[in-house]
């Protein structure tokens, strides 16, 4: 099986959820440490997260230093942190990456398994819930120049994944909804 990377979006100032998600906890456990757990678990290495807005204190909660990207131009959205993480993984030899986000706490690894099984440079998959299209996607490395060419503003890869004809959905409803969280109240219980 080709090497799969875990890359963490995990960049944003999170303005409708009152400070950046990263640092939000659930079950005493940052955002942040929940996802590359995730990420970890299911077999994606190298992980890298990349940081932006509280980027020294998320940093401060990464188990190793040299898992941190920072987006400097992170406050125009999600695009760029794309770009950057992108950029980061192309030094590594992954031949795909799992694009993780980490306002995603009911993602499991059994997730990105899921959706990562069979990944090569050529991949182009999806999850889906109850047939919605979500997170987390994942993008072969062939892929990862034109993609961070065309990312921008708050879109991320939103633009370039629309009508594929190779995109590859996964459902996965059966092991999570894929709700992200945007609002304190958006919290699960």
């Known amino acids: 099986m ?13 303005r409708r959820f009152g400070g950046p998600k990263a640092l939000a906890v659930l079950d005493g456990e940052p955002f942040v440490v929940r996802a590359l757990r995730v990420l970890a678990d299911a077999g994606c290495t190298p992980v890298r997260v990349v940081l932006g807005a509280s980027a020294d204190e998320v940093r401060a909660l990464l188990p190793a230093a040299e898992a ?3 987006a400097e131009d992170w406050e125009s959205g999600m695009g760029a942190s794309l770009r950057a993480g992108l950029r980061a ?16 706490p009911g993602v499991g690894a059994e997730v990105v398994r899921r959706v990562a099984t069979g990944a090569d440079g050529n991949t182009v998959a999806r999850a889906a819930y109850d047939g919605v299209p979500g997170h987390p996607v994942v ?3 062939r892929w990862w120049p034109e993609i961070a ?5 708050d879109k991320g890869a939103r633009d370039w994944l629309k009508d594929r004809p190779d995109l590859r959905l ?4 059966d092991l999570g909804t894929g709700h992200d969280v945007d609002r304190r109240e958006d919290l699960p219980d």
């Open 2 to 14: 080709a090497e799969t990377a875990g890359l963490l979006l995990a960049a944003g100032a999170g």
């Open 68 to 70: 941190a990207v920072v």
């Open 89 to 104: 993984l192309e030094a590594t030899g992954a031949e795909a990456a799992v694009v993780h986000l980490v306002d995603l």
């Open 139 to 141: 993008l072969g490395r």
């Open 149 to 153: 060419a065309g990312a921008s503003g």
């Open 170 to 173: 996964v459902e996965c409803g």
